[in-house]
């Protein structure tokens, strides 16, 4: 007999239900095997520019601002063109559709220098902890061996925020040598890549300093914490406490909508379920596919994947989807203009 708790949504390991199969298949027309290699990268590239424009405004404004307005502004600038070369470049490329070519051994390679441009600026192991360790992510998500297991919610990630952000060094030590202690042996790091991030930032502040100036220097600085608190906030919305501990695998992991969230998350990061439906969707179509992908989903479950209610997520008072777990769902309807934006 099926238990009633997994009979609508599919077991943890096992076969999925109709529902999640039809969800999945919804994605097909959105795939990034089937884009035009030209107009996706024209898409991607242009919007790696984009973020390059924002740094260097927020470099030239150390000229115009007095230090005491600028480092903290500079500051969140430079941590959100970092958090969105992550979510562009290191995440779009571990999935190898950062940029895409008929010739698809030639296409893991760009993706693969791509990504490897980005994560040792902030002393992470591309290979191990994103071609690899992301992959694994979506095959086992939130199990204890998952290497970017994300619960923080609550005082825990109040407490690495206030010290990735105030206590020097903390950020590096927590993702490296503190990962490895909490997750089976697995870092995002390596020695190597920790040297690697020492050296490039001694000389890029030195010359920052020399440069622009000493706010500068500190602003650029300051940016790396603050993307790393990015992320933090995002792992908690996306897989976060009583998320990490659903029973059907198909369901560790939410949608977070709020205002400005193209914005404050750029490049669609929020739309997490149905990226962890279907992998293959690129960050411009997950919009589309979203609308698609809800037709099939039953709407109890529909309602409280796509979470509106961030404070009760970060603080740790959401729970897990509880009576949306039954059987009987009928498919849900087309969405209207209003649940669409």
Same mark, same amino acid.
């Given at each position: 007999?099926?238990?009633?708790?997994?009979?609508?949504?599919?077991?943890?390991?096992?076969?999925?239900?109709?529902?999640?199969?039809?969800?999945?298949?919804?994605?097909?027309?959105?795939?990034?095997?089937?884009?035009?290699?030209?107009?996706?990268?024209?898409?991607?590239?242009?919007?790696?520019?984009?973020?390059?424009?924002?740094?260097?405004?927020?470099?030239?404004?150390?000229?115009?601002?007095?230090?005491?307005?600028?480092?903290?502004?500079?500051?969140?600038?430079?941590?959100?063109?970092?958090?969105?070369?992550?979510?562009?470049?290191?995440?779009?490329?571990?999935?190898?559709?950062?940029?895409?070519?008929?010739?698809?051994?030639?296409?893991?390679?760009?993706?693969?220098?791509?990504?490897?441009?980005?994560?040792?600026?902030?002393?992470?192991?591309?290979?191990?902890?994103?071609?690899?360790?992301?992959?694994?992510?979506?095959?086992?998500?939130?199990?204890?061996?998952?290497?970017?297991?994300?619960?923080?919610?609550?005082?825990?990630?109040?407490?690495?925020? @206030?010290?990735?952000?105030?206590?020097?060094? !903390?950020? /590096?030590?927590?993702?490296?040598? =503190? *990962?490895?202690? #909490?997750?089976?042996?697995?870092?995002?790091?390596?020695?190597?890549?920790?040297?690697?991030?020492?050296?490039?930032?001694?000389?890029?502040?030195?010359?920052?300093?020399?440069?622009?100036?000493?706010?500068?220097?500190?602003?650029?600085?300051?940016?790396?914490?603050?993307?790393?608190?990015?992320?933090?906030?995002?792992?908690?919305?996306?897989?976060?406490?009583?998320?990490?501990?659903?029973?059907?695998?198909?369901?560790?992991?939410?949608?977070?909508?709020?205002?400005?969230?193209?914005?404050?998350?750029?490049?669609?990061?929020? @739309?997490?379920?149905?990226?962890?439906?279907? !992998?293959? /969707?690129?960050?411009?179509?997950? =919009? *589309?596919?979203? #609308?698609?992908?809800?037709?099939?989903?039953?709407?109890?479950?529909?309602?409280?994947?796509?979470?509106?209610?961030?404070?009760?997520?970060?603080?740790?008072?959401?729970?897990?989807?509880?009576?949306?777990?039954?059987?009987?769902?009928?498919?849900?309807?087309?969405?209207?203009?209003?649940?669409?934006?």
């Amino acid at each position: 007999m099926a238990n009633p708790d997994t009979a609508n949504t599919g077991s943890g390991h096992g076969a999925p239900a109709p529902w999640v199969t039809a969800a999945i298949r919804a994605a097909r027309p959105f795939a990034y095997k089937d884009k035009s290699p030209l107009r996706h990268n024209a898409i991607n590239l242009a919007a790696l520019a984009g973020l390059g424009v924002v740094w260097a405004g927020a470099a030239m404004a150390s000229q115009w601002l007095p230090w005491w307005a600028y480092v903290p502004l500079a500051a969140l600038a430079f941590g959100w063109v970092n958090f969105g070369l992550f979510v562009l470049v290191v995440h779009e490329a571990s999935h190898n559709m950062f940029l895409v070519f008929r010739d698809r051994a030639l296409q893991r390679r760009i993706n693969r220098v791509a990504g490897w441009m980005v994560t040792p600026l902030f002393a992470t192991h591309y290979g191990h902890h994103w071609e690899k360790g992301h992959i694994e992510h979506h095959v086992r998500p939130m199990e204890p061996d998952d290497p970017q297991r994300s619960v923080f919610v609550g005082p825990q990630l109040l407490r690495l925020v @206030l010290g990735y952000l105030f206590v020097p060094g !903390f950020m /590096v030590y927590d993702r490296t040598v =503190g *990962r490895k202690k #909490r997750r089976s042996g697995k870092s995002s790091s390596s020695k190597g890549v920790i040297v690697f991030f020492v050296i490039f930032w001694t000389a890029a502040l030195t010359l920052a300093t020399k440069l622009g100036g000493w706010p500068l220097a500190v602003a650029l600085y300051l940016g790396i914490p603050v993307v790393a608190v990015f992320n933090l906030i995002k792992g908690s919305l996306e897989h976060g406490g009583a998320i990490a501990e659903e029973p059907n695998a198909f369901l560790r992991s939410r949608t977070s909508l709020f205002p400005l969230r193209h914005l404050l998350m750029p490049f669609n990061i929020t @739309l997490h379920f149905e990226h962890h439906l279907n !992998f293959q /969707v690129p960050w411009y179509d997950l =919009g *589309r596919y979203r #609308r698609a992908m809800l037709v099939h989903v039953p709407p109890a479950i529909a309602d409280q994947v796509q979470n509106r209610r961030l404070l009760a997520q970060l603080s740790g008072h959401l729970g897990g989807l509880g009576e949306a777990r039954h059987e009987g769902e009928a498919p849900r309807g087309p969405l209207t203009l209003a649940e669409s934006a």
